[in-house]
């Protein structure tokens, strides 16, 4: 059995299922836990918090995942321009 022969469902023990499913089980990857990273936020009217939900290993990770989520454009118009301050950021495992 090669890496291969798994990846392309050539290998008896690998074949593609009927139900479409295209990975062997046993290469089905294992789900992260969500994480709820909240982000503190401040603009010239007011304070606040932002939180985004995330799959990650760890809270570091999950941060790290949050504050690039953080930057991008619908994340900025949702909390109207208002700076991040990603050091105080906190992580809750929710599952």
């Not at 050539?10 to 009927?18: G, I, K, L, N, Q």
């Not at 995330?54 to 989520?69: G, W």
């Not at 953080?70 to 909390?79: V, Y």
């Amino acid at each position: 059995m090669t890496l291969t022969s798994i990846l392309d469902g050539s290998h008896p023990r690998t074949r593609r299922r009927p139900s479409g499913s295209h990975w062997p089980q046993f290469l089905a990857l294992p789900r992260d836990p969500m994480w709820l990273v909240t982000i503190p936020t401040r603009s010239r009217r007011a304070a606040g918090t932002q939180t985004f939900a995330v799959r990650a290993a760890t809270a570091q990770a999950a941060i790290a995942s949050a504050s690039l989520a953080a930057g991008t454009s619908t994340a900025l118009l949702h909390r109207r321009g208002a700076l991040i301050d990603i050091t105080a950021a906190s992580a809750v495992l929710r599952d």
